[in-house]
């Protein structure tokens, strides 16, 4: 065939090529944002005057910013259509980096944070929707990959992040100075995005709504991956050190490298699922990251501890992206899908550290990972609902799809 054109779309396969690229820079981009932050935290809680408790508060307004914002974003683009959403909310997310390094209490920095985690939401909606789209009309999967460039993009943020501590730079000049770059970076990278829009007579989605039971039912999935990812992100180093008497170095070491395993894990990933499907890709990642759990929870050595870690960042890398694909394939409405399953994820995402303290404290850390190892064992029971259903396509990021001509 010669017209490189799809018969649903219009779009021609360049243009699709071109348009996987795009949208796994705005992933990239995202992450970098979150890296920045992270990294700049000691410096914004010395800056604030806040103690460790009120930290803790803070830190939980990102996930409330999000949850309470997330429904927005399908309203957002179907009125401005999918490009131009996705391009004014990720300006808004990057530029949601300045304002926590410059709050001067606690009451500031939890004003900052809700900002951060609103903007933060919307636009992770609206380029998972993007995301999920541009998947469709390729054909094959994209969805891994492009949340392994969310971790790349991280990682790169921290990286910066981390030469700009190590040589005692503000972190409001910091922050201002990554917020311009990755601005400019984002608005680029969205020009090159599927422009769709919702068909003339669609009807607006509502601004607020409750997800569907299906999104529901996806969620438990992406819970389960999402805590064991937290939980083993935030209390790896912990756990080397306080049970296994491992180095400070070494500790240190199992986190990040549990961060790589991950990354690379994602960006591999969308070929596995190509070929075994996402079921099947879930329920062995699910075993792997069971076996991983035991490691854990009955090594006797550090080593042992990192394998098992690592068994844990590689069979939980790709249970996300895959939820987030299956959500917007569930219902008429993939946009309101996602946000119900992103919530849920988030909401994961924030009690897992806490919850392993919580529960450590009243048993032992080890009686904790063996917590996480049973929710393991539920993504290999569980993932069957992320079988794609009975439609080839998902509609269009709030509606059926008008492409744009060129």
């Known amino acids: 065939m010669t017209g490189e054109t799809t018969s649903r779309t219009g779009f021609t396969t360049e243009r699709l090529r071109r ?10 981009v995202h992450g970098a944002v979150t890296g920045s932050f992270a990294t700049r935290i000691p410096w914004i809680q010395e800056h604030a005057g806040v103690g460790a408790g009120q930290l803790g508060l803070a830190l939980a307004f990102p996930a409330v910013g999000a949850s309470l914002a997330m429904p927005l974003a399908g309203a957002i683009s179907h009125r401005f259509g999918a490009r131009n959403a996705l391009r004014g909310l990720l ?9 926590p390094s410059l709050a001067p209490n606690v009451y500031g920095l939890c004003a900052a944070l809700l900002v951060y985690g609103a903007t933060a939401g919307m636009s992770d909606v609206a380029m ?14 994209i969805m891994s990959s492009l ?19 190590h040589l005692g730079t503000d972190a409001r000049l910091h922050h201002v100075l990554a917020a311009g770059v990755l601005t400019v970076l984002g608005l680029v990278c969205c020009q090159g995005v599927l422009d769709l829009h919702s068909a003339p007579d669609e009807e607006p989605p509502p601004r607020f709504t409750l997800p569907p039971r299906s999104a529901l039912v996806i969620g438990a999935i992406g819970f389960c991956g999402v805590f064991a990812e937290g939980a083993s992100l935030d209390w790896s180093a912990v756990y080397l050190e306080d049970e296994l008497g491992a180095s400070a170095g070494l500790a240190a070491g199992c986190t990040t490298a549990f961060a790589l395993t ?17 079921v099947r890709t879930v329920r062995v990642g699910g075993a792997a990251a069971t076996l991983g759990g035991v490691l854990v929870v009955l090594a006797p050595h550090p080593a042992v501890a990192m ?4 068994l844990m960042g590689l069979g939980v890398a790709v249970v996300v992206p895959l939820a987030f694909a299956a959500a917007a394939r569930s219902g008429p409405n993939p946009s309101q899908a996602i946000a119900g399953v992103a919530t849920i994820t988030y909401t994961s995402g924030l009690i897992a550290p806490s919850a392993i303290g ?38 269009a990021v709030v509606a059926e799809s008008v492409p744009d001509p060129r």
């Open 307 to 310: 394998a098992g870690f690592g």
């Open 91 to 99: 300006a808004l997310w990057t530029a949601a980096l300045i304002p």
């Open 19 to 28: 348009a996987r690229f795009a949208v796994a820079a705005v992933f990239c």
């Open 262 to 278: 991950m990354t690379v894990a994602r960006l591999a990933g969308d070929r596995v699922v190509d070929r075994f499907g996402p």
């Open 358 to 395: 919580g529960i450590a404290d009243a048993t032992s850390l080890t009686f904790s990972f063996g917590l996480v190892t049973l929710l393991a064992v539920g993504l290999v029971l569980g993932a069957g609902v992320l079988r794609p259903g009975g439609r080839g396509t998902a509609k």
């Open 128 to 141: 998972n929707a993007l995301g999920v789209e541009t998947e469709n009309r390729l054909g094959k999967s």
């Open 147 to 165: 949340h392994g460039m969310w971790s790349a993009g991280a990682l790169i943020g921290s990286a910066a992040g981390t030469v700009a501590a």
